[in-house]
């Protein structure tokens, strides 16, 4: 029994280690184009079956109980073939004896909801907006299966750096920052709403986002090994340097307003008859909640308007003085 119980755990760990691997192959083939949806499952497997490992090697039960008898023997819930249904990665990380810790937790149920936002429907291209995202889960996944298992079950001895045939040039940086304006009104959604139910700390952990800045290096020294991607200390004077100037450059979560805060801002600046009728007039007959005008977003059946859109109504007032002074 004992051996048969060994046996099951090292299959699931076979097949979380080959589940996670072949999410990085697929991430890493220049020939698919599929890429982030099947990294996302992939990846969602193994960490399934890591954790299911997990609490079979603690004697933990992950079964799905159906109900329990009045002598407290439990019936477990089944498929209609007969198998067990075991527990899905977002009640293993439910689970209170679960060994994930918060940071790298709130990475894969952010993987979780992307996965149910997708699942169901062709997305547009999103390889390059989640990337970081992506490689904080290979982290932590190459981590935890080492920290809990033992170093023989690491990936990170069969994987390594990504070559490709030309460098980035400034167009190609231009259309990845505007990959994110094309995505579909649901995911974006779903980013913010998740992104900000973290806190700063927690956003900007490298477990939850893996993210790094490349330079192009221009020196070398001859006689050294040359290195594609060399790595300083988060703490030392080039890094603290590199932090500030990106700091200023990055893109920041846009402000977002309640639609009577822009009327209040209005009557502020002197246009005491913008109300909340003539308000609703101007953006009704721009169409402006139109998620293609970039106004706006709803999140929880709210709606939140951008600084685009305040910017829209001064503009308008300024030009229509007579009606609203």
């Known amino acids: 029994?004992?051996?048969r119980f060994n046996s099951i755990k090292k299959e699931l760990l076979l097949k979380s280690r080959e589940s996670a691997l072949a999410a990085v192959q697929v991430f890493n083939n220049p020939l698919i184009t599929f890429k982030s949806e099947m990294f996302i499952v992939n990846m969602h497997i193994a960490w399934t079956y890591l954790l299911h490992a997990y609490y079979r090697q603690k004697q933990i039960e992950y079964r799905y109980v159906k109900s329990v008898g009045p002598s407290g023997k439990r019936t477990f819930d089944k498929t209609k073939n007969g198998a067990y249904k075991f527990w899905s990665l977002e009640d293993c990380l439910n689970c209170q004896a679960c060994p994930i810790d918060n940071d790298a937790a709130n990475n894969l149920r952010f993987l979780i909801g992307l996965r149910h936002e997708i699942e169901h429907q062709m997305t547009t291209k999103i390889d390059d907006l989640f990337s970081a995202r992506f490689q904080a889960c290979c982290i932590n996944f190459n981590d935890y299966i080492k920290t809990l298992f033992g170093e023989d079950f690491g990936i990170d001895h069969h994987l390594a750096f990504?070559?490709?045939?030309?460098?980035?040039?400034?167009?190609?940086?231009?259309a990845m920052s505007d990959l994110e304006g094309r995505l579909p009104s649901h995911i974006n959604r779903y980013i913010e709403n998740f992104d900000a139910s973290l806190t700063d700390t927690e956003y900007q952990n490298t477990k939850f986002s893996y993210r790094v800045i490349f330079t192009q290096k221009i020196v070398n020294h001859k006689g050294q090994a040359d290195k594609v991607i060399e790595f300083v200390k988060s703490?030392?004077?080039v890094a603290k340097g590199i932090n500030e100037t990106y700091a200023v450059i990055r893109e920041k979560e846009k402000v977002k307003y309640r639609p009577?805060?822009?009327?209040?801002?209005?009557q502020e600046s002197g246009y005491p008859k913008f109300k909340q009728h003539q308000h609703y007039l101007l953006w009704k007959n721009e169409n402006a909640k139109d998620p293609a005008r970039g106004y706006g977003i709803q999140i929880e059946n709210q709606w939140y308007w951008y600084d685009s859109w305040l910017k829209y109504v001064k503009d308008h007032c300024s030009k229509n003085k007579r009606l609203y002074v």
Do not use: G, W, Y
């Open 1 to 3: 029994m004992k051996r």
């Open 260 to 266: 009577s805060t822009i009327i209040l801002k209005m």
């Open 162 to 174: 990504s070559l490709q045939f030309s460098a980035l040039s400034e167009e190609q940086i231009s």
């Open 235 to 237: 703490d030392s004077e």
